[in-house]
Antibody
């Protein structure tokens, strides 16, 4: 059974750094793209980016390029989403999700439970 | 950047057929996926690659595409179908893109 389990909720201050995780099991981690989706309070879903853990090839939405870092550790089948300088506007629910196939135009078919990030002074 | 356009809301009576549209330039050349999002829950894939339905999704859900518009159709809507629905594609310049979402209300 494919499972994606995300790290717990975080409360941080503006300017701080943060790295949240998505631990996976039940499939070959290195042969499927895995990515992140943001949902700000009361807003819609936003596609942030994906990474192919097999070679660490990462693709970002222009809106998130340079704002976050997506990485993966294939030794522990875990993907990460990282910020170096959090802003209040980063307050949101973040979901990790796996792409169904090996193409970037495949859908997200399995999802983590979400990680709530709150950034407030 | 690439954009997908969805109606903000669709309201209909129990048992009717809901049709949610998704528009975008050159949509005919892209694979469209649809997700259901309920409050407090992770999104669920309901239609992928325009017309395909995951095995766990009821047959009442179907997808189609014609020209620059894709449509998610939900037959015999139930109260449990109330949710936000999002279309999504991959664009070579913009990477992944979600539509703005459509709130389905069952009266």
């Amino acid at each position: 059974e494919v499972q994606l389990v995300q790290s717990g909720a975080e409360v941080k201050k503006p300017g701080e750094s943060l790295k949240i995780s998505c631990s996976t099991s039940g499939y070959s981690f290195t042969t499927y793209w895995i990515g992140w989706v943001r949902q700000m309070p009361g807003k819609g879903l936003e596609w942030m980016g994906v990474i192919y853990p097999g070679d660490s090839d990462a693709r970002y939405s222009p809106s998130f390029q340079g704002q976050v870092i997506i990485s993966a550790d294939k030794s522990i089948n875990t993907a990460y989403l990282q910020w170096t300088n959090l802003k209040a506007s980063d307050t949101a629910m973040y979901y990790c999700s796996r792409l169904m196939g090996r193409n970037t135009n495949d859908p997200f078919d399995h999802w983590g439970q979400g990680t709530l990030v709150t950034v407030s002074s | 950047s690439y954009e997908l356009t969805q109606p903000l809301s669709v309201s209909l009576a129990l048992g009717q057929t809901a049709r949610i549209t998704c528009g975008g330039n050159s949509l005919g050349s892209k694979s469209v996926h649809w997700y259901q999002k309920k409050p407090g829950q992770a999104p669920v894939l309901v239609i992928y690659k325009n017309t395909n339905r995951p095995s766990e999704i009821p047959e009442r859900f179907s997808g189609s595409k014609s020209g620059t518009a894709a449509t998610l159709t939900i037959s015999r809507v139930q109260v449990g179908d109330e949710a936000d629905y999002y279309c999504q594609v991959w664009d070579s310049d913009t990477a992944g893109v979600f539509g703005g979402g459509t709130k389905l209300t069952v009266l």
